[in-house]
T-cell receptor, first 111, second 114 residues
Framework: AQSVTQLGSHVSVSEGALVLLRCNYS??????LFWYVQYPNQGLQLLLK??????LVKGINGFEAEFKKSETSFHLTKPSAHMSDAAEYFC?????????FGGGTRLMVKP | DTAVSQTPKYLVTQMGNDKSIKCEQN?????MYWYKQDSKKFLKIMFS???????INETVPNRFSPKSPDKAHLNLHINSLELGDSAVYFC?????????????FGQGTRLTVV
């Protein structure tokens, strides 16, 4: 069975501070991992995806994620938070013809 | 030009009614999905179609019936609506169902059953 766990349903950072959103996965087959962002009343937009070509993946809006097989993790980071980054973030794994999502992390950015 | 479009965006209806949500994608993708997002933002797959064939049917009540008239459309019909059906329903599409293929999502349909 596949599962995705996002530690911390809410994360609050100050503008300009480091953003770290955690994602751990459980998969019996090689994972295909994604990070999506959802702004209020919007659909999901892809931030980045792990393709096995590189363990450090760069995405849009300055976000990046590092795949660590030994830790079964795919944490999302951004060096400096911007107010516009406030949104819901979802980690997902495709291991069985469908995306299995984590519970989501709401990122709040304080001025 | 919207890639994945759903209609309506908002739907308020009474218990017991039957309603449909329509979804269309203009990306030329072979695979389409319906996801349900509950009040706690949790996203769960409901159905997946590949080349108009149903490939995933998660534990969803029989009152929910997807219909794919062609590869570009996947509609969701719901019979005898219940209060617990209130949620946001997302349609999505991808080039294939497997691997690191990105899924593109519609804007969602917020269904409220009163």
């Amino acid at each position: 069975a596949q599962s995705v766990t996002q530690l911390g349903s809410h994360v609050s950072v100050s503008e300009g501070a480091l953003v770290l959103l955690r994602c751990n996965y459980s998969s019996s087959v090689p994972p295909y991992l994604f990070w999506y962002v959802q702004y209020p009343n919007q659909g999901l937009q892809l931030l980045l995806k792990y393709t096995s070509a590189a363990t450090l993946v760069k995405g849009i809006n300055g976000f990046e994620a590092e795949f660590k097989k030994s830790e079964t993790s795919f944490h999302l980071t951004k060096p400096s938070a911007h107010m516009s980054d406030a949104a819901e973030y979802f980690c997902a794994n495709n291991a069985g013809n469908m995306l299995t999502f984590g519970g989501g992390t709401r990122l709040m950015v304080k001025p | 030009d919207t890639a994945v479009s759903q209609t309506p965006k908002y739907l308020v209806t009474q218990m017991g009614n039957d309603k449909s949500i329509k979804c269309e994608q203009n990306l030329g993708h072979d695979t389409m999905y319906w996801y349900k997002q509950d009040s706690k933002k949790f996203l769960k797959i409901m159905f997946s179609y590949n080349n108009k064939e149903l490939i995933i049917n998660e534990t969803v009540p029989n009152r929910f019936s997807p219909k794919s008239p062609d590869k570009a459309h996947l509609n969701l019909h719901i019979n005898s609506l219940e209060l617990g059906d209130s949620a946001v329903y997302f349609c999505a599409s991808s080039q294939s169902p497997t691997g690191n293929t990105e899924a593109f999502f519609g804007q969602g349909t917020r269904l409220t059953v009163v």
